[in-house]
């Protein structure tokens, strides 16, 4: 397998080590060892030394969040998700994906989503519709909510028009690049995806980007692409947070006492620990997990679940159980994919609420 020299030094280097072994949050679900870093590097230093095919242990790279949480306990300064993304990459150079990735990446490459879709609901369609006009700020939803959370991203409208800002939102929004970026990593396609979109968002003085995942690619992502983006990009923690210091989203205490589900991608790859917790507690008291900020846990998302579904439901169990154990009766997430893998666990214990269902009571 062609990999760069860097990548070959860090899985050398953590083929042999166990001092992340403790923090996969996919490991620690499944109980399997497969799923850690050190035995992901294991395979592609095997595969690296010709003694076993790339296409044998694709599967287990797509076992990975690349939620970095291996990498933040690292003191050393490796990087198991480097390397795994350039495995992804290289495996679909040589057409050595397994062929449910392949279906995602074409419809990624048709639709501009990994699910294939097209549609989006009525209530929605409405919405977006009742915001066509050109203003200077657009609310970029993302596929993610746009397909597979409709209700969450007409309530994350709702938040915006209560506090009576004017924002565009787009019938055909391109897609970020973010769902290929996980699925192939930096290919050509990718980077096109994102220089796509990086036009379109050029065209507005500032773009509140919605989900997590899509402002870590347009924020981080397109700067190490070499990719141009003139507008200010704001996450919508910050601009919420921007929203109550400044009045125009007028806290309203529900009497609720929560915690808060750190999304890794502001807190760890964006350094954003504190704007969601500035509007959180405008909104109700608001406790912490004994895991939170950077040291965050991972608790599923809506993309690995249309292939690891059974996976991303105890990943999100075993962040419920985390809350539970503290005695929460509440977490609050940030991330729409988070929000939904943690609502599809069948339990009572703990309500999950977005920041959306919070301030909108």
Not at 19 to 29: R, S
Not at 46 to 70: P, Q, W
Not at 90 to 117: F, R, S, W
Request: glycine share 6%.
């Amino acid at each position: 397998m062609i990999m760069s020299e860097k990548c070959k030094q860090h899985v050398d280097s953590c083929r042999f080590c166990w001092m992340c072994h403790h923090i996969c949050p996919v490991g620690n679900a499944t109980g399997q060892e497969r799923n850690t870093a050190r035995a992901r590097a294991l395979g592609i230093s095997l595969v690296n030394r010709n003694a076993i095919d790339l296409s044998e242990i694709m599967d287990n790279i797509y076992e990975c969040a690349t939620c970095g949480a291996c990498v933040h306990d690292c003191v050393t300064g490796w990087d198991p998700v480097m390397f795994t993304k350039e495995t992804r990459l290289q495996a679909a150079l040589e057409d050595k994906l397994p062929a449910y990735i392949n279906t995602m990446v074409d419809n990624c490459l048709e639709t501009g989503n990994a699910y294939g879709k097209t549609v989006i609901c009525d209530t929605l369609a409405k919405c977006i519709a009742s915001h066509a006009t050109a203003t200077d700020t657009l609310l970029l939803l993302g596929v993610d909510a746009k397909f597979m959370a409709c209700k969450q991203a007409y309530k994350a409208a709702l938040v915006l028009e209560k506090a009576g800002v004017s924002f565009t939102l787009l019938d055909k929004e391109p897609a970020t690049g973010a769902q290929l970026d996980f699925l192939i990593g930096a290919a050509e396609e990718t980077k096109e995806q994102m220089a796509a979109c990086a036009k379109v968002l050029n065209g507005y003085k500032t773009v509140v980007v919605y989900d997590p995942a899509d402002a870590k690619t347009i924020k981080q992502l397109y700067k190490e692409y070499g990719i141009e983006v003139t507008a200010t990009v704001v996450t919508y923690t910050a601009f919420l947070a921007s929203l109550v210091k400044s009045g125009a989203l007028v806290g309203e205490k529900s009497g609720k006492t929560v915690v808060f589900q750190d999304p890794y991608q502001l807190s760890r790859d964006l350094d954003e620990t504190e704007e969601a917790r500035q509007v959180i507690s405008a909104f109700a008291t608001l406790e912490e997990m004994l895991l939170n900020r950077e040291e965050t846990v991972w608790a599923g998302n809506i993309l690995m679940a249309q292939y690891k579904p059974a996976v991303i439901e105890k990943v999100a169990e075993r962040r419920i159980f985390n809350a539970k154990s503290i005695g929460a009766k509440a977490m609050v997430t940030a991330s729409v994919s988070e929000y939904v893998a943690l609502t599809s666990v069948e339990q009572n214990d703990v309500e999950i609420l977005s920041m959306e269902d919070l301030i909108l009571g």
